[in-house]
């Protein structure tokens, strides 16, 4: 079992975080020692769920990891499962389980804005840092407010700035489906994703060799030398840029374009 915390108020222990009431994966929390059916959702709940993953995914910090459906013990008697969940990589220095998640996200709708303000509050109490809920059918998105006990109203022209977060998150872009795959992709290159920066990286060589290509044909086209489908072929197919240089060079004097393409 693991090692038991004190809360934030330094009074009676609490159990570790990952110290279970219900069975992982089960489908369930506990809300004060009472078995709650936490239940699959459907379209578009379903769709925002996946997409927060992604995004949060996208812009975390690297010694963040990201979850959906973690549960985290709250209290004695209550468990519970955020949508998804920013928590640290490393263990808990004390407990050697997992840390507490600095971030925790909830889909709502309109009616149930109110129940996840219980849930929120828990998870406050408990320790997480931030608190956020996307309601999908107002096209809102709200943050828990500790000093006033409730939801706060977000603009979504905003971003949620937070050390968990290598990359500001625009809030339209929790809320809007439309603008998650811009968003995944603008902090993906703002994190210099090896993936992407090689792949750019690529793309501007070949965009840079067609260039040369165009401009060989176009001198080559200018002075009345006859280039078949081959050569020309040939020609765009080169991505040495000494080779295209050497190339651009002979188009000014040639008297062929297979002078142009000779042997070096």
């Not at 159990?15 to 459907?42: F, T």
């Not at 219980?118 to 997480?128: F, W």
């Not at 840079?208 to 200018?222: P, Q, S």
Request: net charge negative.
């Amino acid at each position: 079992m693991r090692m038991s915390l004190r809360n934030s108020e330094g009074g009676t222990k609490l159990p570790a975080v990952d110290e279970r009431l219900v069975a992982p994966e089960s489908g369930y929390e506990i809300d004060d020692g009472k078995l709650v059916r936490v239940s699959p959702s459907d379209p578009p709940h379903a769709i925002r769920h996946s997409k927060i993953s992604a995004l949060l995914e996208a812009h975390v910090a690297d010694t963040f990891e990201v979850a959906c459906d973690m549960l985290t013990r709250v209290s004695e008697t209550s468990d519970r499962a955020p949508d998804a969940s920013v928590f640290p990589r490393a263990p808990d220095p004390i407990t050697g389980g997992r840390q507490i998640e600095q971030l925790a996200f909830e889909v709502v709708s309109t009616e149930s804005l109110g129940h996840a303000a219980k849930k929120a509050s828990e998870l406050c109490a408990r320790g997480v840092r931030r608190v956020f809920a996307v309601d999908v059918e107002r096209v809102s998105a709200f943050e828990w407010s500790r000093e006033l006990g409730r939801w706060r109203l977000l603009d979504l022209a905003g971003w949620i700035e937070d050390p968990a977060l290598a990359v500001a998150l625009p809030l339209d872009a929790l809320v809007r489906a439309a603008k998650a795959d811009d968003a995944i992709a603008s902090a993906l290159l703002a994190k210099h994703n090896p993936v992407l920066v090689a792949a750019l990286a690529e793309r501007a060589e070949h965009a840079r060799a067609e260039g040369k290509a165009h401009m060989i044909l176009r001198v080559l086209a200018n002075r009345g030398v006859a280039v078949d489908t081959s050569q020309r072929e040939h020609i765009f197919a080169e991505r040495d840029h000494v080779r295209l240089d050497r190339w651009l060079d002979r188009s000014l004097v040639c008297a062929s374009t297979a002078e142009v393409l000779a042997a070096d």
